[in-house]
Structures are given as C-alpha cells and as structure tokens.
C-alpha cells in the first residue's frame, strides 16, 4: 500500500514526553503491521528534545537523517549525526535533543516485542 507525501498526517507535540520546545510528527503510512506501533519522521527544531522515556514490550529504532543532536542512551550520553542509528529495546531508555543549528531529522520506527 502507497501512502503519498500528500496524504501522510502531520502533527505537532509539545514538550514531547517532558522534552524541550516541540516535535513535528509525519505519520509515514496509514496502516501499520500489528507488530508495529510506530513508523513516523521526527524532526525537532534547534533546542527541541524528547525527554528521557523507559520503553517496555518494544524496541525503537532511530535513524538520524540530517542534522546533529546528542542522545541518551540509559546513563550513557553520545553525540549523533545524520547517517547514525540507535535502538533502545524494552526495559531500556533514552532521550533525544537537537543541538545544532537546524532541524534532527529522525526516522522512528517502534516494533512491538
């Protein structure tokens, strides 16, 4: 099934899971596998972030396609860029900020365990 640039949902979160300023959302398709909770682009704006968030029974995956940011990745902290990829699996956390001076552009995908 197609989902067309055109048709794609878009959304904005505000201070998205207790992160910074906001998070553009693009709903990639309309229909997902059950083992799927999410397939989206995130794109934050300069000082956006996600707040740190503990995910259970799934694993996210994040592809970073432009820009610079650093993540948290439980205790740990690393600096990314576009062509880095992260997965944070159930009892696992993370959080997400753009440090850069234009837009983290992610692709998310949350597959369920």
Do not use: C, W
Request: glycine share 10%; charged share 20%.
């Amino acid at each position: 099934m197609i989902t067309y640039q055109g048709q794609q949902d878009h959304s904005v979160r505000e201070f998205m899971r207790g992160g910074k300023k906001q998070v553009q959302l693009t709903k990639l398709v309309s229909q997902l596998p059950g083992n799927m909770r999410m397939f989206n682009v995130l794109t934050l704006i300069p000082g956006a972030s996600i707040g740190y968030h503990v995910h259970e029974n799934e694993t996210e995956l994040l592809y970073f396609l432009e820009g610079n940011g650093r993540v948290q990745d439980d205790n740990r902290f690393f600096d990314v860029s576009a062509g880095d990829a992260m997965a944070t699996p159930s009892g696992h956390g993370h959080s997400v900020e753009n440090t850069g001076d234009t837009d983290l552009v992610i692709l998310a995908a949350i597959v369920l365990d």
